[in-house]
C-alpha cells in the first residue's frame, strides 16, 4: 500500500522557536509531494510542492521553507515561528490520477 | 486550473440522497472534476473524480452535464458519518509538471437524524 507519515502529529511551540515536520512516504518512487495548510476556520492552501529530490517550489511568500533531502521524504521547516504559523499542515503525494493525503499535523504556536 | 463555486453549506436528512452542486463554467477541455471530503482534524479523502461520463463507484457518483460546466456529487443514502467538508477542484489528472490541487471554501454538508 502507498502510505504517508507525518509526524509529530501534533505540536505546541512558542513564538520564534524552530520548527521541522516530517513526512514520508511509503510505496512509490519518485512522487510528486506537497505541503498544504490549513489555518482554523479556513480552506486548504498549497505551500509548496516538489517534483523531486532537491526540487522546490513555493506557493506563496511566508516565513516556511521546505526541503526534500531524499525520494520519498519531504520537511517543512521555520527558523522563528510566528502566531500565524499555527494550522493544520497536511502533506500530500501524487497518486496515478489524483492526490492523496496524510493524517496531518497541528501546529500551535504560542 | 479552472475556479469552483459551490454552496456554503447543505443539510440532508440521514438516509436520504445528498446532492452536492458545483459549478465551473471556465473548466477547460484536459480538466477533470474531482471531489474531496473533509472530515474535521482529518486529512481530505479522495471520493470521485470524471471527465465527462458520469462515474460511480462504492463512495458515491459524480453527474456532469453535457457543457461540462457544472456537476453533482451524490451520496445516495447519507449517513452521519458523511457529515464533512466537501471539496470540488478542477484541474488536468495528469499534469505535465505539477498536478498540484487549488481548494476552494468547499461545502459543508451537515447530515441529521
Known amino acids: 500500500s502507498q502510505t504517508i507519515h507525518q509526524w509529530p502529529a501534533t505540536l505546541v511551540q512558542p513564538v520564534g522557536s524552530p520548527l521541522s515536520l516530517e513526512c514520508t512516504v511509503e510505496?512509490?518512487?519518485?512522487?510528486?509531494l506537497y505541503w498544504y495548510r490549513q489555518a482554523a476556520g479556513r480552506g486548504l492552501q498549497l505551500l509548496f510542492y516538489s517534483v523531486g529530490i532537491g526540487q522546490i517550489s513555493s506557493e506563496v511568500p511566508q516565513n516556511l521553507s521546505a526541503s526534500r533531502p531524499q525520494d520519498r521524504q519531504f520537511i517543512l521547516s521555520s527558523k522563528k515561528l510566528l502566531l500565524s504559523d499555527s494550522g493544520f499542515y497536511l502533506c500530500?503525494?501524487?497518486?496515478?490520477?489524483?492526490?492523496?493525503f496524510g493524517e496531518g499535523s497541528w501546529l500551535t504556536v504560542v | 486550473d479552472a475556479k469552483t463555486t459551490q454552496p456554503t453549506s447543505m443539510d440532508c436528512a440521514e438516509g436520504r440522497a445528498a446532492n452536492l452542486p458545483c459549478n465551473h463554467s471556465?473548466?477547460?477541455?484536459?480538466?477533470?472534476v474531482y471531489w474531496y471530503r473533509q472530515i474535521h482534524s482529518q486529512g481530505p479523502q479522495y471520493i470521485i473524480h470524471?471527465?465527462?461520463n458520469n462515474e460511480t463507484n462504492e463512495m458515491a457518483s459524480l453527474i456532469i452535464t453535457e457543457d461540462r460546466k457544472s456537476s453533482t456529487l451524490i451520496l445516495p443514502h447519507a449517513t452521519l458519518r458523511d457529515t464533512a467538508v466537501y471539496y470540488c477542484i478542477v484541474r488536468v489528472a495528469r499534469s505535465s509538471n505539477t498536478g498540484k490541487l487549488i481548494f476552494g471554501q468547499g461545502t459543508t454538508l451537515q447530515v441529521k437524524p
Open positions: 510505496g512509490t518512487s519518485n512522487p510528486n
Open positions: 470524471g471527465l465527462k
Open positions: 471556465t473548466i477547460s477541455g484536459n480538466e477533470y
Open positions: 500530500a503525494r501524487q497518486g496515478v490520477d489524483t492526490i492523496y
